[in-house]
């Protein structure tokens, strides 16, 4: 046999085992109460790479026709401010998540709602949520980051802390390996939008004095040159009439 025949022989197998195999995948959601979840978004993601959405049936069910094998995050959004965060392994072809068997994290803060990161550490997915109330349910390890400095104009607000399950952190990344249901709230100090030095604000204080003295100086010539137009008018008019 010629090796080009010997090659197409083998040629399906070779692709076999270096391409993943694409197998249709069913998720069933469930709620905190282990009732169906109908009518709810589902995202696949992988990675950071959103690969699938849908929309579960009344069985609480969605079907992903073309999902390679692998391990991956599905972010179900109940809504506005419910979440459901699970990781499957699609290689299985039907996999269940079921909020009530998930502890939740509230996510509270102070004194202005921010956004925030939720990474899932066995798949490295970030996810983005705001606070406030926004229930999360989730079960594996995850990394959460709250921002650094929040601007709104004229303020500007400062990470202070963050406190959580009796306990607190200077600290605004929280790593938590086994999540169990708690509330989590991220303080934040208010300040104003631009910072300025002593020598800053004297310096501008001087230069507005400055302005309103020029304004005025401005004012006063300009009401000079009217006031000696008007008395030239005056005087020329009286003369014409008493000629």
């Known amino acids: 046999m010629k090796m080009w025949r010997v090659l197409l022989v083998l040629l399906p197998f070779v692709l076999a085992v270096l391409l993943p195999s694409v197998q249709a995948v069913s998720i069933e959601v469930r709620d905190w109460d282990n009732k169906p979840l109908e009518g709810v978004k589902v995202k696949v993601y992988k990675g950071n790479e959103i690969v699938a959405e849908g929309e579960t049936n009344a069985s609480g069910v969605v079907d992903f026709a073309n999902i390679t094998e692998g391990i991956y995050t599905v972010l179900v959004i109940v809504n506005e401010s419910h979440y459901i965060i699970g990781v499957i392994n699609a290689s299985t072809g039907y996999v269940v998540i079921n909020a009530s068997d998930m502890p939740h994290l509230t ?3 102070t004194p202005l709602k921010v956004d925030f990161n939720i990474t899932v550490t066995e798949t490295n997915t970030t996810l983005g949520f705001t ?25 500007k607000y400062t990470f202070k802390k963050i406190v959580y399950d009796g306990t607190e952190t200077t600290d605004p990344y929280l ?22 030095t002593t020598t800053q604000a004297i ?23 009217i006031a000696e137009r008007t008395r030239k008018y005056w ?5 014409k009439y008493w000629r």
């Open 107 to 109: 996510f509270y803060s």
């Open 131 to 155: 606070t406030n109330t926004t229930v999360v349910y989730v079960k594996s390890a995850v990394n959460i980051t709250f921002p650094l400095v929040v601007k709104k104009f004229p303020y």
């Open 175 to 196: 790593y938590l390996e086994v999540p169990s249901t708690m509330n989590v709230t991220a303080y934040y100090e208010r300040g104003w939008w631009i910072t300025i």
């Open 203 to 225: 310096v501008i204080l001087l230069a507005v004095v400055t302005l309103i003295l020029i304004l005025l100086a401005v004012m006063r010539a300009g009401a000079k040159v």
């Open 235 to 239: 005087t020329t008019t009286t003369k």
